[in-house]
């Protein structure tokens, strides 16, 4: 059952209309309309007042996932140094944990050398959201909707990765773990990646 439909299924339940749930939870009717009919999504500050707004739990709004035989078996392994590497402006990117298929989540460990302004091809931005965990070193993440960001070994960030971004490293280099969220197309987002500018590192 899709978000759409567990909203509408909820808010039936309660006996509100969109207009009386709009007034509760201070979200228009519009975007419900479009959420209960697949044309939105819902962030996780929007679920929650919702969810208070019906009294459920904010698990009832979640369309629990499809269940494959044997999808609770799976895993995956990347070793030290393992995985595959692309070189993009002045950045390594490891893919860490990728061989599975329909993953939701891409995950890598960047190390980030370039400094500003960078090349032309610094800046980037793609469907869904990125997080980064500092690693290793100081990195400075520049955004056109933000000031630059300097984040240090310990220090995280997550962020609407539709925004151009780029990662400058303020130290000599700085290592992150970053994930990008892609919906289930995962595996065919991370080969159009490798795809479009991020060519194979040579082994030294």
């Known amino acids: 059952m899709s978000l759409g439909e567990q909203l509408r299924q909820a808010r039936q339940k309660a006996q509100l209309s969109l207009r ?10 519009a975007k ?11 962030r996780h500050p929007e679920l929650l007042t919702l969810a208070e707004a019906l009294a459920v739990p ?11 035989p044997g999808a609770g078996a799976r895993r995956a392994v990347t070793r030290a140094d393992g995985g595959r590497k692309f070189e ?11 061989e599975l298929s329909g993953q939701s ?3 890598w460990r960047v190390t ?21 965990y500092v690693l290793k070193g ?11 960001l300097v984040l240090a070994a310990g220090d995280s960030v997550l962020f609407d990765a539709q925004t ?41």
């Open 20 to 29: 009386e749930l709009s007034a509760r939870a201070g979200i228009s009717i």
């Open 32 to 42: 419900l309309s479009k959420v209960e009919n697949g044309l939105a999504t819902l």
């Open 58 to 68: 904010a698990t009832a709004l979640l369309a629990p996932p499809t269940l494959v």
């Open 88 to 98: 993009h402006s002045h950045r390594t990117y490891e893919m860490l944990c990728s």
């Open 105 to 107: 989540n891409l995950f």
């Open 112 to 132: 980030v050398r370039d400094k500003p302004p960078g090349g032309e091809d610094a800046f980037v931005s793609h469907p869904g959201e990125e997080f980064v």
């Open 138 to 148: 100081k990195v400075a993440l520049h955004t056109d909707a933000y000031e630059p």
């Open 164 to 204: 151009r971004h780029a990662y400058f490293a303020v130290s000599r280099e700085a290592v992150l773990l970053m994930s990008n969220t892609v919906g289930e197309d995962g595996a065919q987002v991370q080969g159009e990646a490798a795809r479009a500018g991020l060519r194979p590192k040579r082994k030294r």
